[in-house]
């Protein structure tokens, strides 16, 4: 009888495990280390929930695209990724047009313009949320290494679409290998 009920405990006890019970119940757990090695790895917040490159993208770029180039005299800056796991493709995108990133300074994400730091984010059927000179938010570079192409940082920002409905993007980070 005692072995019985120590079989059936530990039946329970098997039933009972889920291979979900590692994952981490608060969302910031669930976003990629803030690492420096060019892993390749990002992921924010969206409006609290987890956001993270899913799913494949046939008809255009990568799911992930980084590039940092100095082009017609000009520092471009763009980080980009996608998720099409729910109904509508989703993206981010942070980008500078016209200025040189330092390892260790943050940037301001503005309205999209020459000499700027912005961003944006998309649904495929909803209006491109933006930053703007009132919905704002920052990129911070913690590492920029033109030797080996990794540029990595943290990034927060507010975006507004054209009816003024805001979302907010927090926690983001990222570490990737850059294409010169």
Same mark, same amino acid.
């Given at each position: 009888?005692?072995?019985?009920?120590?079989?059936?405990?530990?039946?329970? @006890?098997?039933?009972?495990?889920?291979?979900?019970?590692?994952?981490? &119940?608060?969302?910031?757990?669930?976003?990629?280390?803030? @690492?420096?090695?060019?892993?390749?790895?990002?992921?924010?917040?969206? $409006?609290?929930?987890?956001?993270?490159?899913?799913?494949?993208?046939?008809?255009?770029?990568?799911?992930? @695209?980084?590039?940092?180039?100095?082009?017609?005299?000009?520092?471009?800056?763009?980080?980009?990724?996608?998720?099409?796991?729910?109904?509508?493709?989703?993206?981010? $995108?942070?980008?500078?047009?016209?200025?040189?990133?330092?390892?260790?300074?943050?940037?301001?994400?503005?309205?999209?313009?020459?000499?700027?730091?912005?961003? &944006?984010?998309?649904?495929?059927?909803?209006?491109?949320? &933006? @930053?703007?000179?009132?919905?704002?938010?920052?990129?911070?570079?913690?590492?920029?290494?033109?030797? $080996?192409?990794?540029?990595?940082?943290?990034?927060?920002?507010?975006?507004? $679409?054209?009816?003024?409905?805001?979302?907010?993007?927090?926690?983001?980070?990222?570490?990737?290998?850059?294409?010169?």
């Amino acid at each position: 009888m005692k072995q019985l009920i120590l079989t059936l405990l530990a039946s329970f @006890t098997i039933i009972c495990c889920s291979k979900d019970d590692d994952t981490p &119940s608060n969302p910031v757990d669930q976003l990629p280390p803030a @690492t420096q090695v060019g892993a390749n790895k990002v992921g924010c917040l969206v $409006n609290g929930e987890v956001f993270l490159p899913k799913g494949s993208n046939p008809l255009g770029p990568p799911l992930i @695209t980084c590039f940092y180039q100095y082009v017609n005299n000009t520092w471009n800056f763009s980080l980009g990724y996608s998720n099409n796991q729910q109904t509508n493709l989703r993206a981010i $995108n942070i980008a500078s047009k016209g200025v040189e990133l330092q390892q260790g300074q943050t940037y301001p994400l503005v309205l999209q313009s020459n000499n700027s730091c912005y961003a &944006s984010y998309g649904i495929s059927t909803i209006p491109q949320y &933006s @930053t703007n000179n009132n919905n704002v938010g920052q990129l911070k570079i913690t590492k920029l290494d033109h030797v $080996n192409n990794i540029i990595s940082g943290t990034f927060w920002f507010d975006a507004v $679409n054209g009816n003024g409905v805001k979302v907010e993007i927090r926690e983001g980070r990222f570490d990737m290998q850059y294409s010169p």
